[in-house]
């Protein structure tokens, strides 16, 4: 039942390893599944690749991408624009990936209304005390950092019930082998094999006319 | 995340082998999934027992159960009851297992009715040629059988669309893997968590008020 690929929108609070569980996720299974990336008009920082952590462009170039209707979604943060381009998105579905997209909620709510069939789905720790211990654990942050991070999931959490299905991150292979189950189920949905239905009543009708067909 | 057990109905034609399935996934996952049984007036057949393929009750007791909404659903073939009884389903959920209910077209739409949550799942084999060599397989049915059974499959193809999502049963394994994907997905769903999410919430407000203290 070969199909086309389906999008997946991955929220989720900052240090719910949203990253790792998606890299994860690829590595495990690179034929299913395709990460999105993201058009930024910010600078690269040090060992970032053009086409890898982001496509980076002038922010010319980023404005003609709206015009054109060439964005699934974009937003403003700051003075920078972030947005989605849409040709790697179809590219990858049409080649029977499903595609990754990690974006915040205001996002996942504008690619839910252009692609309605997207699964929203939201990524957590199994506790408050576990996020804190995950920024804490990074020891790259600031105390600051932590304490805007922690004030920020207490708004993200207010808008999970804007998304479909909610995944917690608490072993890392447990969640991988979870996230991977939930989004190949979507493609045993009636709706998406209608051609293999299709073919198959075909079938029967046939076995049944030689059956009945006089000797 | 403990939570209820959901209601799975499964339906396909007969010589798509989900008995089998069912019973694989059963000794796979115990815990998981407990498999409703029927009751019915028709008498036992050689070999089977009270409880274990049916509940055998007389016409008496099975309009008693009627009368007192004891069935989720019940219909009459020839002139034989058959029926689910909603006892050992409710248990079975709150004791947090997914019910399974091998049912046909009518049944698995009544279900539905009174348990909108309920997943309805056809199984099929991967062709109307394999089906048939299924049944010619079994050796111990006559050609007359095998060819109403055909017929029967072309009349049951027709009901897919009131289904939820379809399973190929082509090789055993894969297809108990993709079942239990499919059943273990829908408790990921965000509305299935809603306590989970209350509790975060709730958390992350806390340690909140905290940070936010004077000192």
Known sequence: MAQKGLLTVVSGFSGAGKG???????????????????????RPREGEVDGREYFFVSVEEFER??????????????????????????????AGRDVLLEIEV????????????ALLL????????????RLRGRETET???????????????????CYD??????????CVDE????LRSRHYAVERNAE???????????RQDEQTDPE
């Open 20 to 42: 790792t569980l998606m890299k994860r996720l690829l590595e495990k299974y690179p034929e299913s599944y395709a990460l999105s990336v993201s058009a930024t008009t910010r």
């Open 179 to 182: 996230m991977h189950a939930l």
């Open 165 to 174: 299905s909610i995944l917690v991150n608490d072993d890392l292979e447990t």
């Open 65 to 94: 991408m709206i015009r054109e209707d060439e964005l699934i979604e974009h937003a403003r943060y700051v003075s920078n624009y972030y947005g989605t381009p849409r040709r790697y998105v179809t590219e990858q579905m049409e």
């Open 196 to 206: 293999f239905i299709r073919r198959m009543r075909q079938e029967l009708a046939g």
């Open 143 to 161: 105390e600051e950092v932590i304490r805007r991070r922690m004030r920020q999931a207490v708004t993200e959490s207010k808008a999970i019930d």
């Open 122 to 133: 939201f990524v957590t720790p199994p506790s408050a005390q576990e996020l804190e211990r």
């Open 106 to 117: 205001q996002g996942a709510l504008l690619v839910k209304e252009k692609y309605p069939d």
